[in-house]
C-alpha cells in the first residue's frame, strides 16, 4: 500500500531500486518509464552496470522482498509486469565473461597495478619528484642569504634583516628565511607554531620562502624623511 501512494497520480514512471548479481556494492535507484519496453529497460542498465543487454536477465521484486515476476520478454512494455516505487529490479548477468565477473570491480586488491622500480622512477623525467627538486625553497644554494644581512621582501618592498636560513619542517617542506622587520608587519616574535627559529620584538617576524628575500645594500627607512621638500 505505502508503495502505491508513492505513485503520483498521472506519472508514468516508477523509481526502482537496482542491484546487481555480481557487483555486490552496486546499489543504484533508477526511474523508469512503464511505457518502455523491457529491452529499453536493460539498455538503460547496460549503461550503468555494464552487463550486456543480450547477457542479461531481470528480476523484479516487490518493495516486501518477495519475487514479482522474471522480466522474460524484451518486447512487453515494462509496465505489463506492475511494476510500483519502492520496488526492486535485481540484474543477473548470464555471461561468464562478463567485464563485471571475477569480483574486481568490487575488490581492487584483485585488480593487477602498475609498479616501478626506485631505480627505474629515478631516471623518469617530468615526475613529481623532479618537479620539486627544481622547485627555488628546495635548493639551499638557491638563495644568498644570510644571517645578518639586511635584506627586501616581496610583497611590500618591506625591509629587515635576516635572523635565519634554514628548514622549518612544521612550516613545510624546503628551505625558509626567517626576518626580523624593521617594523612591526610580521606575525610572531621568532616563534612558530612551537618553535622559535630566533628572536626579534613581537609582530617583527616573518618566515618566507628564498625567493622571496633580496639580499642587499637595503638600510633602515626613516620614518620622518620627507619623500619631497
Not at 611590500?156 to 625558509?176: C, H, M, S, T
Request: hydrophobic content about 30%; some cysteine; charged content about 25%.
Amino acid at each position: 500500500m505505502a508503495s502505491r501512494l508513492l505513485q503520483m497520480e498521472g506519472d508514468d514512471s516508477v523509481l526502482l531500486h537496482v542491484t546487481h548479481s555480481n557487483i555486490k556494492s552496486f546499489n543504484a535507484d533508477v526511474r523508469f518509464s512503464v511505457q518502455m519496453s523491457v529491452e529499453a529497460v536493460k539498455d538503460k542498465l547496460w549503461k550503468k552496470c555494464g552487463t550486456a543487454v543480450d547477457s542479461m536477465s531481470l528480476e523484479l521484486y516487490n518493495d516486501a522482498g518477495s519475487k514479482v515476476a522474471n522480466l522474460s520478454d524484451n518486447s512487453a512494455p515494462f509496465g505489463f509486469y506492475s511494476p510500483l516505487n519502492g520496488y526492486r529490479i535485481h540484474v543477473v548477468d548470464l555471461d561468464p565473461s562478463s567485464i563485471t565477473s571475477g569480483g574486481w570491480l568490487d575488490d581492487t586488491s584483485l585488480v593487477q597495478k602498475y609498479e616501478i622500480s626506485e631505480e627505474a622512477y629515478q631516471k623518469r623525467q617530468g615526475t613529481f619528484r623532479k618537479f620539486k627538486e627544481k622547485l627555488p625553497h628546495q635548493d639551499p644554494s638557491s638563495t644568498s642569504a644570510k644571517v645578518g644581512d639586511r635584506c627586501q621582501v616581496q610583497p611590500g618592498d618591506k625591509r629587515g634583516v635576516v635572523k635565519y636560513v634554514g628548514q622549518a619542517e612544521n612550516l613545510g617542506p624546503g628551505f625558509w628565511v626567517g626576518i626580523q622587520y624593521d617594523e612591526p608587519l610580521g606575525k610572531h616574535d621568532g616563534m612558530v607554531r612551537g618553535t622559535r627559529y630566533f628572536d626579534c620584538p613581537q609582530l617583527h617576524g616573518g618566515m618566507v620562502r628564498p625567493d622571496k628575500v633580496q639580499v642587499g645594500d637595503y638600510p633602515e627607512r626613516d620614518l620622518f624623511e620627507e619623500e619631497e621638500i
